[in-house]
């Protein structure tokens, strides 16, 4: 039975796969081919089996995005290949929503359940409908403004200094602002590699303003959310026994916790669509390199932008249905989409 | 007569929005009233010949209370232009994408069974991406102007309408409660807080700095975008240019977002 269920999930994230690259393959016959030549010159456009039935065209797409075949990109923030410049950004990418997700969820927890006020800030819920994705807008540039711009204290842009950059040779540039680091790519794990504490520093100054731009509406906004579940469970499953007790005193939290688990992690799905939206949306005012600065980059560009955005939206919509599958396996008992 | 405090919110929110969509009329009919001829460029607002942004003041007239910006445009008659880009661009989007969505909805429940779950994949192939950059590779393609705007507004949107139909339709099923009125009420909410939150998707996506063909287009994102130097300009301590605007168009979604709120309040305790 388990089983069943999991080959169920499976075959639903199998299928909302191909209808994201079917989406992405309509979006892309709609550029205008002289468009699709720039990033694939010469006879390199054969990859895409333009010469082809339609049918048939969209297999040799599907076949470009998952072997990263998507032509060149001459954008403002990368020249070269396109598959380059996703995989030199994803792991920044991935360790970068990896850490403001957990120390988010982690602090809604802390603050939704153990504060002590909460099972009386529900009238605060009107927070939960203020649109997050305008949260993350105000959030960011206010911080920018604030910190980088009026204080100074703490860098407006980048993902590093231009002196960490230039003083290790193990930091290299490929463009504006996209560097590469040996071994891993991944800054913070390189610094302590080569035990570079000025790097190391130097990165978590940078990184300080997207993350608690990202940070405090995630935060916000979960924290109301677990707290206004947490009020509803304990009204279910505790006032009507009678039971008049501090719920703070004991195991309760527990049990609620075990009891709104279900609901917060069917929620995690849809929240987790708009914080990716929050982070492309925060790289691009702080510059932060990372995939989605370079799909937004890349769109910009009209001439030499499009195949370069096409794969970063595919490999964004891969990790949000990889979090998704990884959710409904978790919560297998959950209540059915469909 | 005594008043709540829900009340009180109501009123409060009735009233802010209310100035902005007169605001927004006064713009259509007569933007003579911010001192301008017409709303087709920002170049019009423009008060000094001085590309560097000056501080806001009281004394040199209400042009200057919220300073100027990049080409020595003032801030706020800007502002007040700018709610006739910005609030068509949202009606128009939130009209289509609650048409379209409320459509599709219908005839997944009304149909059920396999269509149903067809609709179904396809909302969650459109929201497994996140909205924003779908709503740019549309406008990518729609090309960037106010059509493709709303275009992309649109198609990033209308999903939301499909899964709330669909929702509300649902709970009506099981609580024995469906009809036109029992569903207008429940879609109420919805419909003022996308009035925000779409407001917020124009302001967003102009200040990406999309390449419109004119480059002026009196827009609040764009206001804060233009030029391009926003990180160069706050590093001088310029922060009249983001904070303004920035307030400006988060007060209208924040009592959008409280009326919605405070109305979801009234019709629960209806239905209790």
């Known amino acids: 039975m388990q089983w069943r269920k999991i080959i169920g999930i499976l075959v639903k994230y199998f299928l909302i796969f191909i209808g994201v690259t079917i989406f992405l393959f309509t979006a892309f016959k709609f550029v205008p081919i002289n468009i699709v030549k720039n990033d694939f010159p010469g006879s390199s456009i054969d990859v895409l089996g333009l010469h082809k039935n339609i049918v048939f065209q969209y297999f040799y797409f599907l076949h470009s995005l998952i072997w990263g075949t998507m032509g060149n990109t001459d954008t403002t923030l990368y020249t070269g290949a396109v598959s380059r410049a996703v995989f030199i950004t994803v792991p920044e990418t991935v360790l970068f929503l990896i850490i403001t997700l957990a120390i988010s969820y982690t602090a809604s927890y802390f603050i939704g359940l153990r504060s002590g006020t909460a099972f009386k800030i529900t009238k605060t819920l009107n927070m939960n409908i203020f649109p997050l994705m305008f949260l993350y807008f105000v959030s960011g540039l206010l911080l920018l403004t604030v910190f980088a711009g009026i204080l100074g204290w703490l860098p407006s842009q980048g993902i590093l200094s231009a002196g960490s950059v230039a003083a290790n040779n193990w930091i290299s540039s490929t463009g504006n602002s996209i560097y590469i680091t040996r071994p891993t790519n991944i800054i913070l794990i390189d610094s302590i590699v080569h035990g570079s504490t000025y790097v190391f520093f130097d990165y978590l100054r940078h990184m300080a303003l997207p993350f608690f731009s990202l940070f405090i509406p995630t935060t916000i906004y979960l924290s109301v959310f677990i707290s206004h579940e947490a009020s509803i469970e304990y009204n279910k499953k505790y006032m009507k026994a009678g039971i008049t007790r501090d719920a703070f005193a004991d195991n309760y939290v527990r049990y609620i916790k075990r009891g709104i688990k279900s609901r917060i992690l069917s929620d995690m799905k849809w929240m987790f669509v708009v914080f990716m939206g929050g982070m492309v949306l925060i790289s691009y005012i702080f510059s932060y390199m990372n995939t989605g600065e370079l799909a937004i980059y890349s769109f910009l560009d009209y001439e030499y932008g499009i195949m370069g955005g096409i794969y970063s939206v595919f490999i964004l919509s891969l990790m949000i249905i990889i979090f998704d599958l990884l959710i409904d396996l978790i919560n297998r008992g959950g209540k059915n989409e469909i | ?272």
């Open chain 2, 1 to 272: 007569m005594k008043f709540n405090s829900r009340d009180i919110y109501i009123g409060i929110s009735i009233f802010f929005i209310a100035l902005y969509m007169i605001a927004f009329i006064l713009d259509i009919v007569h933007p003579q009233y911010i001192n301008v001829k017409s709303l087709s460029t920002l170049l019009v607002f423009k008060k000094t010949s001085s590309v560097i942004p000056s501080p806001p003041t009281l004394d040199k007239g209400w042009w200057d209370y919220f300073g100027t910006t990049y080409y020595g445009i003032s801030i706020l008659p800007a502002l007040l232009g700018s709610l006739k880009f910005d609030f068509t661009v949202m009606f128009e989007s939130l009209i289509i994408s609650a048409i379209a969505g409320i459509g599709i909805g219908f005839i997944a429940n009304y149909t059920g069974g396999i269509l149903r779950k067809f609709i179904f994949y396809f909302v969650r192939t459109l929201t497994a991406a996140p909205y924003l950059l779908v709503m740019l590779l549309i406008l990518y393609i729609a090309r960037p102007n106010q059509t493709g705007m709303i275009a992309a507004i649109s198609v990033g949107w209308f999903p939301f309408y499909i899964i709330r139909y669909m929702e509300v339709s649902d709970l009506g099923k099981n609580s024995g409660r469906i009809g036109k009125h029992w569903t207008f009420l429940k879609f109420l909410p919805y419909i003022l807080t996308d009035m925000g939150a779409i407001s917020g998707i124009v302001v967003i996506i102009t200040y990406f700095g999309f390449y419109f063909k004119n480059p002026f287009v009196v827009d609040i994102g764009n206001l804060m975008y233009l030029g391009g130097n926003v990180n160069l300009l706050l590093l001088f301590g310029i922060w009249w240019i983001v904070v303004f605007p920035l307030l400006f168009i988060t007060i209208f979604i924040g009592f959008t977002a409280l009326l919605s709120y405070e109305i979801r309040g009234v019709i629960a305790d209806e239905g209790k």
